[in-house]
């Protein structure tokens, strides 16, 4: 079974930076989604960004405004998430998902119902 660990959660100062991890353990596939989601208290699930491990295409979403770049190294069977410019918006727990499933649409990929595996999450807390 596929198993997801986050690590790089912290509090910082509004405008600051922090890059979360997401390795991954288990039979995986050559070529998956990945996704980061957040969510605060009081808020919904949303998609933060995905990226596909085949070719490293990526996602993102509309909030991001360039803030974020999701990233992957095969090698270490891990994703990253590196975020700057935060601010206290940004404060929620952050979680990685994976679809080992081989097909997908590309409209689907904030959609927490098509992933099959997920992370215990990380806490991000941004200060003003």
């Known amino acids: 079974e596929v198993q997801l660990v986050e690590s790089g959660g912290g509090s910082v100062q509004a405008g600051g930076s922090l890059r979360l991890s997401c390795a991954a353990s288990?039979?995986?596939?050559?070529?998956?989604?990945m996704c980061w989601f957040r969510q605060a208290p009081g808020k919904e699930r949303e998609g933060v960004a995905a990226i596909y491990t085949g070719t490293g295409l990526t996602y993102y979403a509309d909030f991001v405004n360039g803030r974020f770049t999701i990233s992957r190294d095969r090698a270490k069977n891990t994703v990253y998430l590196e975020m700057n410019s935060l601010t206290p918006e940004d404060t929620a727990t952050y979680s990685c998902?994976?679809?080992?499933?081989?097909?997908?649409?590309?409209?689907?990929?904030?959609?927490?119902?098509?992933?099959?595996?997920w992370g215990q999450g990380t806490q991000v807390t941004v200060s003003s």
């Open positions: 288990g039979y995986t596939y050559s070529s998956n989604l």
């Open positions: 998902a994976a679809r080992t499933s081989q097909t997908w649409l590309i409209k689907s990929w904030p959609l927490a119902g098509i992933y099959d595996t």
